[in-house]
C-alpha cells in the first residue's frame, strides 16, 4: 500500500512497480485479527503472534520440509518490539490502496499461490484496477513467499522488470 502510493506520487518517474502480497483493502473479516495481533503485542506476546503469523505466512509444505527457516522465521516476528508491532497492526488494519487508477507505470501484483492472507484474487484485483496492470503467481509458496521459494520469487520478480525496463 505505502508502495502504491509513492508510485503513485512519483509519477513518471516509477518505471514499473512490482507488489508482493498485497491487497486493494484488507476484507471485513481481517479486522478482528489485527486487533487481536495488536492485543497481544501490547500484551509483550509476540511469541504467540509469531505463531499465528507462521502458520499463513509459510506453507505447510514449508513448515514441515524446512524447520531451520521456519525457527528463523518465528524468531523474526516474536523479537519485535511488542508495541512497535501493535502500533504496524492497527496502521496496516486500515490501510488501502488509493491510487492505481492512475499509475501510468506497468504493475505486476503477485503473490504465492498457496497465500491465505493475500490470495490470488486480491492480486488479480489490483491487476484489474491498474492501466496496465498484470498478475502471478509463485508456485507452491505462501505469503511469504520471498522467504520459502526466493529463486520462483524472483523469477516472477525479475521476469516482470526485465520485460519492462527502460530501453526494452
Do not use: K
Not at 476484507?27 to 509469531?50: C, K, M, N, S, Y
Not at 521456519?70 to 490502496?97: K, P, V
Not at 504493475?107 to 489490483?126: N, S, Y
Not at 522467504?147 to 520485460?163: H, K, M, Q, Y
Request: hydrophobic letters at 45%; aromatic letters at 6%.
Amino acid at each position: 500500500m505505502v508502495a502504491e502510493r509513492a508510485a503513485a506520487a512519483l509519477g513518471e518517474r516509477v518505471w514499473a512497480l512490482a507488489l508482493c502480497g498485497g491487497a486493494i483493502s484488507w476484507p471485513e473479516a481481517a479486522a478482528p485479527v489485527f486487533a487481536e495481533r495488536a492485543r497481544l503485542g501490547r500484551e509483550g506476546r509476540t511469541d504467540e503472534i509469531a505463531e499465528a503469523v507462521a502458520a499463513t505466512g509459510l506453507s505447510e509444505r514449508c513448515r514441515r520440509e524446512d524447520p531451520r527457516l521456519l525457527g528463523m522465521f518465528r524468531e523474526m516476528i516474536a523479537g519485535n518490539d511488542g508495541s512497535a508491532y501493535a502500533a504496524c497492526a492497527e496502521a496496516t488494519a486500515s490501510g488501502r490502496m488509493a491510487d492505481l487508477e492512475e499509475l501510468a507505470c506497468p504493475v505486476l501484483a503477485f503473490c504465492g499461490e498457496l497465500d491465505p492472507v493475500t490470495p490470488a484474487d486480491a492480486a488479480a484485483r489490483i491487476a484489474a484496477a491498474a492501466p496496465r496492470g498484470q498478475s502471478a503467481r509463485v508456485a507452491g509458496a505462501a505469503h511469504w513467499c520471498m522467504l520459502e521459494s526466493p529463486e520462483a520469487t524472483n523469477r516472477v520478480l525479475f521476469g516482470f522488470l526485465e520485460s519492462h525496463s527502460p530501453g526494452s
